[in-house]
């Protein structure tokens, strides 16, 4: 039953957008039977809401307020807070159109407070727009002024802070480009200082090595001469075993 409604409801819609009014409106009333069939509560606010619009549209403000406040009722069951706006906005402006502004103002003052404190701007903008214009409309032209002036605060403050939210990402992107910068510089540094002490740890073992080669060269030098000098004492042996063979007997000595 649920989507039944809510195709009837959008169905509703897409009828008052094409100018159909009887058939957007009969579209409305189908919905509303079946919410109320189904016990669809949220479905109801939202379809009243939509009708109160309707006859706001059509400068039918009497319609306009009844629909306003069984919509109020309605969002007010299910506290749903975005419908509970919608219904006292239309309320308000129901009122104000009968030229009951003592009765609508607080409605409308009450819902653009709501969305100033949300942040909600677009609505915010449409409801000063609305109410301004409403109140030009009456002949309330000094309270009109006052509110395009609100209107034009609220916007002028939107836009700087847009333009800080702006400068502040400008200003982040830039730093996050510093710190990308810083980064890759201290990763070449890195590699730098790695290089250079791969360098120094390659000359210290170049270094060990030659000792060691310069140790190894003086022993076996050392070993050469220890067996030159053997080498020599043995000749030397030998020259005078020669000699004194030479000069004497083998038999007899003489």
Do not use: W
Not at 214 to 236: C, D, E, H, K, Q
């Amino acid at each position: 039953m649920r989507t039944v409604g809510r195709l009837q409801f959008t169905q509703g819609i897409a009828m008052l957008k094409l100018n159909r009014d009887k058939e957007g409106i009969a579209a409305f009333n189908n919905a509303l039977e079946t919410a109320k069939r189904g016990k669809l509560t949220g479905l109801e606010a939202e379809v009243r809401g939509n009708i109160a619009d309707y006859f706001l549209r059509q400068h039918d403000y009497v319609c306009a307020e009844q629909e306003a406040l069984l919509a109020m009722k309605a969002s007010e069951r299910v506290t749903d807070v975005n419908m509970i706006l919608m219904a006292r906005a239309n309320l308000g402006f129901a009122l104000m159109g009968q030229k009951r502004f003592t009765e609508g103002l607080p409605y409308i003052d009450g819902v653009i407070a709501d969305l100033d404190k949300a942040g909600a701007t677009a609505d915010l903008y449409a409801m000063l727009d609305e109410k301004g214009r409403m109140q030009e409309q009456a002949g309330l032209y000094k309270e009109a002024l006052a509110t395009v002036r609100k209107q034009q605060a609220a916007r002028q403050a939107d836009a700087r802070a847009a333009r800080d939210r702006a400068v502040a990402a400008l200003q982040e992107e830039y730093e996050a480009g510093q710190r990308t910068r810083q980064i890759d510089l201290l990763r070449r540094e890195n590699l730098v200082k790695d290089a250079d002490l791969r360098s120094r740890r390659m000359l210290q073992l170049l270094t060990t090595f030659a000792a060691l080669l310069t140790v190894a060269a003086g022993i076996f030098v050392y070993v050469l001469y220890r067996r030159s000098a053997g080498s020599n004492v043995r000749l030397n042996q030998l020259n005078t075993q020669l000699t004194y063979h030479s000069q004497h007997d083998a038999l007899t000595g003489l």
